[in-house]
């Protein structure tokens, strides 16, 4: 029985690892150059306390540049809504990437 649980607990850790693979993926490619390879900021300010946000403000935030309190986000925070993230072809990002990108965040804190 032991071992039993011991495989389980295996699984579900190399299960969510895979999970943040996507937004990993997505935080490199689009937004590591200015908030740094930990989230710690840079150009841009660290994002530890946006990872811990509601879903729905997260997406505001991606979507239409907005913080928690609804204050437009300050360049160089681009509107990924208007111009989709690299590889998006101009396309705003899915939930599915958003979900992806705020799980990965979630790791990092």
């Not at 990872?51 to 925070?77: C, E, N, T, V």
Request: hydrophobic residues 40%; charged residues 15%; positive net charge.
């Amino acid at each position: 029985m032991h071992t039993r649980i011991l495989m389980a607990l295996a699984l579900l850790g190399s299960a969510s690892a895979a999970n943040v693979g996507p937004g990993q993926s997505i935080y490199t490619t689009n937004c590591a150059g200015c908030r740094g390879s930990r989230v710690q900021g840079q150009l841009g300010s660290n994002l530890h306390e946006a990872a811990g946000w509601k879903y729905a403000l997260f997406s505001r935030a991606i979507l239409h540049s907005r913080d928690d309190k609804g204050m437009a986000l300050q360049p160089p925070i681009p509107v990924w809504g208007k111009i989709g993230f690299k590889g998006d072809h101009g396309t705003a990002p899915t939930a599915a990437e958003m979900h992806d990108l705020q799980a990965y965040l979630k790791t990092l804190k």
